[in-house]
């Protein structure tokens, strides 16, 4: 049987409340808003996370890391990352590319999109050519345009070693 690459998808959004940081990618933008959830809430390693186990069929970030696990209760994800690359390397299978878009309306994400490369190849062992990130609003419509979330949407080609 011939190696077939395998795609994954990864959508995850995270509520906004008052805070003076948001964790995106990694790493720490100013914000007004910080993101709510069971570990630092990083929308965008989460969907990637989701998008490298749904390729591999390993299921998704909340079967592999449930938040009633209180060990991982305001983990960094890129703990959870370096576990998803880790868990997908056992079954034999490399990144080939992937490709996420967050959704915010403040902070801009774009000026920091290079960082968040270099810390995610870095977390994952990957080349930085291998991620790529993209950055929308939603022109101030629904819970991101009314700054009440953060949303994030991630695709994955993953393939077995030769």
């Known amino acids: 049987m011939q190696n077939i690459p395998r795609i994954g998808f990864g959508y995850d959004v995270h509520q906004l409340k ?3 940081a948001l964790i995106v990618g990694g790493i720490s933008i100013p914000s007004h808003k910080s993101a709510v959830g ?3 809430a990083d929308v965008l ?3 990637i ?3 490298l186990l749904g390729a ?3 299921r998704d970030i909340g ?3 449930p938040d009633t696990d209180n060990s991982y209760k305001g983990i960094d994800s890129k703990i959870l990352l370096h576990k998803v690359m880790e868990l997908i390397r056992s079954k034999g299978y490399q990144l080939g590319n992937l490709d996420a878009t967050i959704c915010l309306e403040k902070p801009k994400i774009n000026p920091h999109v ?3 490369k270099k810390v995610l190849a870095l977390v994952m062992k990957v ?3 291998s991620i790529s990130i993209k950055a929308t609003t939603t022109e101030k419509l629904g819970f991101v345009g009314t700054e009440d979330g953060i949303a994030a949407y991630c695709v994955a080609l993953i393939y077995k070693n030769s």
Do not use: R, Y
């Open 114 to 116: 290079e960082e968040m």
């Open 45 to 47: 390693i989460h969907v």
């Open 38 to 40: 069971h570990s630092d």
């Open 63 to 65: 079967f592999q890391f």
């Open 127 to 129: 080349d930085e050519d």
């Open 56 to 58: 591999a069929n390993l």
């Open 49 to 51: 996370c989701d998008a």
């Open 18 to 20: 008052d805070g003076d």
